[in-house]
């Protein structure tokens, strides 16, 4: 069965410093998607990808964050300069008829 | 605006018994799509369900079934006879069907424990 995969699955960071977190869509898919979902609380919606470009936005998806498909396999998201609130679980996903979410990848922020 | 309620923030129950975990949606869309994952302890969203606004009929999956009644905006999951490793969060999700591709909206997940 085809799977979306994302790294690492747990990253520890300093509070301030940029982290990147990786997902490998799968292959045919159109739309690729950012959700975080902090500790105890529900998944929540950060972007969506279609085309090379953000389709949309939540209004949790400030400056701090950025995502691209650099080489039109990996699905990036960045986040510039980690704050303690940033620690949560972030799961990747892609979208063609039907949704696929990755493993998630834990964040944690000192 | 979507909005998804799942009231029941924790539920006990002993091995065996049935359990139905409720989930009341809003929405202005007249086609969307309904979802129930599963959450385990080890983190990752199990898809169980995908339901569109047009399929009305009630299903069943083994010892999961769902009730879907658009008049009520509800669209309930029982598990019949359940088992230890039914013990998972629970979430059901909203999305429009007119977009395609458009976010999933979330409820806020129902604790499920079965004991022993």
């Known amino acids: 069965e085809p799977e979306v995969t994302q790294t690492p699955s747990h990253q520890v960071t300093q509070m301030g410093q940029e982290v990147i977190l990786r997902c490998v869509p799968i292959s045919n898919h159109l739309y690729f998607y950012w959700y975080r979902q902090i500790l105890g609380q529900k998944v929540e919606f950060l972007v969506s990808f279609y085309n090379n470009e953000i389709s949309e936005k939540s209004e949790i998806f400030d400056d701090q964050f950025s995502v691209e498909r650099p080489d039109g396999s990996n699905f990036t998201l960045k986040i510039r300069s980690t704050k303690l609130e940033d620690s949560a679980m972030y799961f990747c996903?892609?979208?063609?008829?039907?949704?696929?979410f990755g493993e998630g990848s834990r964040l944690t922020v000192l | 605006a979507q909005k998804v309620t799942q009231a029941q923030t924790e539920i006990s129950v002993v091995e065996k018994e049935d359990v139905t975990l409720d989930c009341v949606y809003e929405?202005?869309?007249?086609?969307?799509?309904l979802f129930w994952y599963k959450q385990p302890p080890s983190g990752e969203l199990v898809f169980l369900i995908r339901r569109n606004s047009f399929d009305e009929q009630n299903e069943i999956s083994g010892r999961y079934s769902w009730n879907f009644q658009k008049s009520t905006s509800s669209f309930n999951f029982t598990i019949t006879a359940s088992q230890v490793v039914d013990s998972a969060v629970y979430f059901c999700a909203l999305r429009r069907g007119e977009t395609s591709g458009s976010r999933l909206t979330f409820g806020e997940g129902t604790q499920l424990t079965v004991n022993p």
């Open positions: 929405t202005r869309d007249t086609t969307y799509y």
């Open positions: 996903a892609s979208f063609t008829g039907e949704l696929f």
